[in-house]
């Protein structure tokens, strides 16, 4: 199977809405780099808080090589390090829902992405959840982005409209 790699969002989105443990269940083991790792902890002082720590599923995975300079310059650390980390792992599913991140990784490197409604939708085919419009109404209600498009087309897709 492929690596997954995942950047800070769909972890905080998913474990927003307990659901965290649908990556195991679709994946296996998540990869992230130890900026999301940071990210997800909400910086160094916090670590303790991580959703994540003690989460045997995911794994924190270091660079091997240098970063790209135009994921340095044009992203955040935690975006630019999972592209990074995707890069060097060949076949690697992204996990990311930022705008600019998923269109670099996508066009700029050809990178397979999946956000987090399309986890969920992942999940909800795979009838390891039973409906879908409920979980992202629950992240939009946490403060979570979704466009109204979106939510509409992964509930069509669905069969929730």
Avoid at 64 to 92: C, F, H, K, N, W
Avoid at 115 to 134: D, E, F, Y
């Amino acid at each position: 199977m492929a690596a997954v790699i995942s950047n800070t969002g769909p972890i905080i989105a998913l474990a927003g809405i307990h659901q965290l443990a649908l990556l195991s269940k679709l994946f296996g083991t998540v990869q992230i780099s130890p900026q999301v790792y940071l990210e997800l902890s909400g910086g160094a002082e916090r670590i303790a808080s991580n959703p994540v720590a003690g989460i045997d599923w995911i794994k924190t995975e270091t660079l091997t090589q240098p970063m790209d300079p135009l994921l340095v310059y044009e992203l955040d650390s935690g975006e630019a390090t999972t592209i990074a980390l995707a890069r060097e792992r060949p076949g690697s599913l992204v996990l990311i829902d930022e705008q600019k991140g998923r269109r670099i990784a996508e066009k700029v490197y050809g990178l397979s992405i999946l956000g987090t409604g399309g986890v969920l939708l992942r999940a909800k085919i795979r009838g390891i959840i039973p409906s879908l419009k409920p979980l992202l109404l629950q992240m939009k209600a946490n403060g979570y982005y979704l466009s109204e498009k979106v939510v509409q087309g992964l509930c069509a897709v669905a069969g929730e409209a």
